[in-house]
């Protein structure tokens, strides 16, 4: 269903609901603060025993706590004795599971689906700051997989070579992230005591009951061009739940969000600990990317890429830092006017210099893509970069992958780019990926139609 | 960051109705929703100065209301059932509603059908409803993105499915 469409169907759902209710309006407002400003005596007065009763009802119920540990706490502690436990390092594997990618004909702008099947298995060692993750594509083609791999300072995929970190200046090192399961199962004992992860009720997996586990995790989502700068932590999101079946006590699954009842999950083959002798955490080589697949939006260790530094550009300077010809350089593109371009450098820090050129068509901000507004943002390299969500694509364009995600960007008037700036403020983006002269290209907008027209326009130029 | 008693009177202009219709799946009458609501506002009217806009302000006037429809709905059971825990999922009040829509609400789960009302009833957007539902915005749009399928399909509604989710690791 594209975006437009649910905008049509947005509107008929909320028609159907509204309609039989007919018009109504609120009662007067002036009334309520009239109610607010008069005296509210015998308010309080029940108040006053509610708190005094709910007091008393809370120190029982705490002493009660602390006499008769919950059931489910046994449960979860017993859980956390599950996971054998023969070293420091965690390994985690995951069943095969169904990934559906869009493909875009540019000829036509015909869009089709095809789905694949990813299996991904990681290894993080918490105490080295290590962490790897393999992702491969069973049934395609022998071998076809990426490799993500992070250290505190420094990340790599086999496809995309070294990133830079967000945030990572030289000889520093970055609190490594990794995904929310991993961190929980390398320490679970611990995170559930201090109560990182919480009962999240109970449900069934395939006939077999199981309770849910909530982990919370703070979310650093990386800032577009300002390096250093991060969207910020929303503390309190329940990131990630785990599906442990009640009887083994086994973890069997990892759904996104607390939404279990959203299909089936990512189904999870074993978790174990074992010990450095038996792990795999070796940085990868690099290897080229299966056509027509991507690395998937939002891996963990490439949550952190940024670029390293970035600057306006005037719009005749973009292929002398590109080196050569910008494949989307225009006056105008879709009918929006060019509005700004940025160099960004894109090398991790002693690495040499990776640039990368940001055109900004339409409604922008600050020389960035304004957040709700029509734009459509081209990027382009001279090597596949997970910040731009260039891939390592084909020559061939017959088969573009069309990707829909989420990017976040800061409110125009934001006095702080950054922390708190523009935890809100995201939005669902699509985004194309291909080759053109030579360039490594991403097109992104908030319209599926006008990211594909875009996409055409630019590979149809001489 | 506060709010000013100008902004709560905005949002009570411009989402008391949605509110109220979103929380009478809660309530199971309009009569109790209005009542929880009005009831919610004087609170936050109350309480605006502790208010420091670490979620969206309509989030949480919301929180207020929701806690003050379920503490009526506990007093209401505790007399009339003995059992105020109950673990109902949000309905619809039915109005005169299609039945095909009705039919298809109440297949959703409690979670989703409560995403489907703050959404079409109240017009909160994905960071409120994350706010209110404590989950991720993703989490709000994939939800949304399937019950929309779900109700789109009971309604008949000419549109090409696509149950791709965009969101996930």
Redesign the interface.
């Known amino acids: 269903?594209?975006f437009e469409?649910?905008l049509?169907?947005?509107e008929?759902?909320?028609d159907?609901?509204?309609a039989?209710?007919g018009d109504?309006?609120?009662?007067s407002?002036s009334v309520?603060?009239e109610?607010?400003r008069a005296p509210r005596r015998s308010r309080r007065r029940v108040w006053a025993f509610s708190v005094g009763t709910v007091a008393a009802a809370c120190a029982v119920v705490a002493l009660l706590l602390l006499l008769l540990p919950g059931r489910h706490n046994d449960l979860l502690e017993n859980a956390a004795a599950a996971i054998p436990a023969k070293g420091p390092v965690l390994h985690l594997v995951y069943r095969p599971s169904p990934v559906?990618q869009?493909l875009l004909d540019p000829a036509t702008g015909h869009v089709h689906?095809v789905t694949v099947m990813t299996r991904d298995e990681l290894w993080y060692d918490p105490a080295r700051h290590l962490y790897k993750e393999i992702r491969r594509f069973p049934g395609t083609e022998p071998g076809a997989s990426d490799v993500l791999w992070r250290s505190s300072k420094e990340a790599y995929s086999a496809v995309f070579g070294r990133q830079a970190l967000s945030g990572h200046a030289p000889g520093q090192a970055l609190a490594i992230q990794v995904?929310p399961e991993a961190a929980l199962f390398s320490r679970y004992r611990q995170a559930l005591a201090s109560h990182e992860a919480s009962y999240g009720g109970s449900g069934t997996l395939d006939g077999h009951p199981v309770l849910y586990l909530w982990i919370y995790h703070c979310?650093l989502a990386p800032f577009p061009g300002h390096p250093g700068s991060s969207l910020g932590c929303?503390e309190?999101?329940?990131?990630e739940t785990i599906a442990i079946d009640k009887k083994t006590l086994d973890p069997v699954a990892v759904y996104?969000?607390?939404?279990t009842?959203?299909?089936p999950g990512?189904r999870i083959e074993s978790v174990s600990l074992i010990p450095r002798s038996e792990a795999d955490l070796g940085m990868p080589a690099r290897t080229p990317f299966p056509p027509a697949m991507t690395p998937?939006?939002?891996?963990?260790p490439c949550a952190t890429v940024d670029v390293r530094t970035s600057k306006t550009l005037a719009p005749d300077s973009a292929s002398a830092w590109l080196a050569r010809p910008a494949a989307g350089l225009r006056g105008r593109l879709d009918g929006l006017p060019l509005e700004a371009v940025r160099g960004d450098s894109l090398n991790p820090a002693g690495l040499p210099v990776r640039h990368g050129v940001e055109l900004i068509y339409g409604s922008s901000c600050k020389a960035m893509p304004r957040y709700g507004g029509d734009y459509v943002l081209v990027q382009e390299s001279r090597t596949p970069e997970f910040f731009y969500g260039t891939q390592a694509t084909p020559a061939s364009t017959h088969a573009i992958p069309l990707?829909?995600?989420?990017s976040h960007f800061a409110e125009c008037n934001a006095e702080k780019i950054g922390f708190y700036a523009s935890q809100?403020r995201?939005e669902?983006i699509w985004t194309t990926a291909f080759r053109k002269n030579g360039l490594y290209v991403s097109v992104s907008s908030r319209s599926r139609q006008r990211t594909i027209a875009a996409t055409r326009q630019i590979l149809s130029a001489r | 960051m506060s709010a000013s008693l100008a902004e709560l009177e905005l949002l009570y202009r411009d989402r008391f109705i949605g509110f109220k219709r979103a929380l009478a799946s809660i309530t199971g009458d309009y009569a109790t929703a209005e009542e929880a609501l009005q009831e919610a506002f004087l609170r936050a009217m109350t309480a605006l100065p502790e208010f420091r806009g670490e979620c969206p302000l309509g989030a949480w006037v919301w929180r207020i209301a929701h806690r003050t429809a379920l503490g009526e709905l506990r007093r209401r059971r505790r007399h009339r059932l003995g059992d105020p825990d109950g673990d109902e999922g949000p309905e619809l009040v039915v109005h005169g509603h299609d039945p095909r829509l009705v039919d298809a609400l109440r297949a959703l789960p409690p979670r989703r059908r409560l995403i489907v009302f703050l959404r079409y009833f109240a017009d909160c957007s994905y960071a409120e409803i994350a706010a209110i539902c404590e989950i991720s915005e993703g989490t709000v749009a994939a939800s949304l993105a399937q019950a929309r399928s779900a109700l789109a399909a009971a309604l008949d509604l000419d549109v090409e499915h696509d149950l791709r989710t965009e969101e996930l690791r």
């Open positions: 269903m594209s469409s649910h049509v169907v947005d008929q759902i909320r159907a609901l509204n039989p209710l109504e309006q609120p009662p407002w309520l603060v109610r607010a559906t869009q689906a995904p979310v929303t309190g999101t329940v990131d996104p969000g607390t939404d009842a959203r299909g990512f998937g939006p939002g891996g963990c990707e829909s995600t989420y809100d995201s669902r």
